[in-house]
């Protein structure tokens, strides 16, 4: 089970063009908890805030929705989201947290729920997970230098990046778009990254990213009970645009190839570890 376990597929969009303007797919994470927040089913989000620096996002926790439209979309590059959860149940005093994360960080905040340690009554605090697809992540430095040094373009005129059919594009605000192989990237990729086995979020609410569905379109899967229900009422009430995944292509074949993909890429890098040294392996925090 590559995509994990799931209830159901389609492909969605925002049905607000505000929040499609910039939003990296179909505007699901922003409009999802822009909806959760009026609805009173959260009280904040953490999401991937504006940093200092261009690109360099920081973890904030957004209790309207001008804050959740100023983090739309993706900057490839860590934002440690899961270090605010706590200070949203504490310092904001937020009952109902929503977050926003990689697979690697929605795992995080199942682990937090299940193996509290440091985070006493942040658990049944969070009130809506939403997992954004990730084959791998940059340093900050490494984004630069593919930013900056391969497509020859300054970080602070990049108006939006896409990784996407091979190739890691950047757009700029005067409408010019650089772009480079994705083979051109691969030495900058987080190395941690390599040992990851989930693609599409498996352990969140409801997970979203754009592999499956056509530009401007996300392809969106709801998992839990809670999830479900959500994206259900959210439907209902008309914040969606939706379309039986089957109808649209690529599909869930590309999605499940690329998933595929990246876990036996990375279980082989796993499996290489154990026998990394002279008679002496790598820690393998699987098992
Ligand atoms: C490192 C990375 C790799 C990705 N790889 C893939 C991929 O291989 N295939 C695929 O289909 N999709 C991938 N995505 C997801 C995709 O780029 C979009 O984030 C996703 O489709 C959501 O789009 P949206 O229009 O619904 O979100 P929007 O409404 O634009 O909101 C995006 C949300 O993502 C959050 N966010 C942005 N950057 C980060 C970050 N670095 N860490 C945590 N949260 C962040 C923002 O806070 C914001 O709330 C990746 C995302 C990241 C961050
Ligand atoms: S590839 Fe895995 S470890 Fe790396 S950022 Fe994405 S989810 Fe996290």
Same mark, same amino acid.
């Given at each position: 089970?590559?995509?994990?376990?799931?209830? #159901?597929?389609? +492909?969605?969009?925002?049905?607000?063009?505000?929040?499609? +303007?910039?939003? $990296?797919?179909?505007?699901?994470?922003?409009? =999802?908890?822009?909806?959760?927040? @009026?609805?009173?089913?959260?009280?904040?989000?953490?999401?991937?805030?504006?940093?200092?620096?261009?690109?360099?996002?920081?973890?904030?926790?957004?209790?309207?929705?001008?804050?959740?439209? @100023?983090?739309?979309?993706?900057?490839?590059?860590?934002?440690?989201?899961?270090?605010?959860?706590?200070?949203?149940?504490?310092?904001?005093?937020?009952? /109902?947290?929503?977050?926003?994360?990689?697979?690697?960080?929605?795992?995080?905040?199942?682990?937090? $729920?299940?193996?509290?340690?440091?985070?006493? +009554?942040?658990?049944?605090?969070?009130?809506?997970?939403?997992?954004?697809?990730?084959?791998? #992540?940059?340093?900050? $430095?490494?984004?630069?230098?593919?930013? @900056?040094? =391969?497509?020859?373009?300054?970080?602070?005129?990049?108006?939006?990046?896409?990784?996407?059919?091979?190739?890691?594009?950047?757009?700029?605000?005067?409408?010019?778009?650089?772009? !480079?192989?994705?083979?051109?990237?691969?030495?900058?990729? $987080?190395?941690?990254?390599?040992?990851?086995?989930?693609?599409?979020? #498996?352990?969140?609410?409801? +997970?979203?990213?754009?592999?499956?569905?056509?530009?401007?379109?996300?392809?969106?899967?709801?998992?839990?009970?809670?999830? @479900?229900?959500?994206? %259900?009422?959210?439907?209902?009430?008309?914040?969606?645009?939706?379309?039986?995944?089957?109808?649209?292509?690529? %599909?869930?074949? =590309?999605?499940?190839?690329?998933?595929?993909?990246?876990?036996? /890429?990375?279980?082989?890098? =796993?499996?290489?570890?154990?026998?990394?040294?002279?008679?002496?392996?790598?820690? #393998?925090?699987? !098992?």
């Amino acid at each position: 089970m590559v995509l994990g376990n799931y209830k #159901n597929c389609v +492909s969605a969009r925002a049905a607000d063009p505000a929040v499609l +303007s910039a939003s $990296q797919d179909g505007g699901i994470v922003t409009q =999802l908890f822009a909806f959760a927040l @009026e609805e009173g089913i959260i009280d904040g989000a953490v999401v991937a805030g504006p940093g200092d620096e261009p690109y360099k996002p920081e973890p904030i926790v957004a209790t309207t929705v001008a804050e959740l439209m @100023e983090a739309r979309g993706t900057r490839y590059t860590i934002c440690p989201n899961v270090a605010m959860i706590k200070e949203a149940t504490r310092s904001y005093g937020l009952d /109902k947290v929503g977050i926003v994360g990689t697979p690697c960080q929605i795992q995080a905040v199942r682990k937090a $729920q299940l193996y509290p340690m440091g985070m006493r +009554s942040v658990g049944d605090k969070i009130a809506l997970a939403i997992g954004i697809f990730c084959m791998e #992540n940059f340093p900050y $430095q490494g984004l630069e230098t593919m930013v @900056e040094d =391969l497509c020859n373009v300054k970080m602070e005129s990049a108006v939006k990046m896409d990784i996407g059919k091979g190739k890691f594009s950047v757009y700029t605000s005067r409408g010019a778009v650089s772009q !480079i192989p994705l083979k051109l990237t691969h030495k900058f990729e $987080q190395p941690g990254c390599h040992v990851c086995l989930d693609y599409v979020a #498996n352990l969140a609410d409801v +997970s979203t990213g754009s592999v499956g569905s056509p530009d401007g379109w996300s392809t969106v899967l709801t998992r839990t009970k809670k999830g @479900e229900t959500i994206w %259900g009422k959210a439907i209902e009430a008309g914040y969606f645009e939706t379309k039986p995944i089957e109808d649209v292509k690529p %599909g869930l074949g =590309l999605l499940t190839k690329l998933a595929t993909e990246k876990i036996t /890429k990375n279980q082989k890098t =796993l499996d290489e570890r154990a026998t990394f040294g002279v008679d002496k392996g790598l820690r #393998n925090p699987y !098992i």
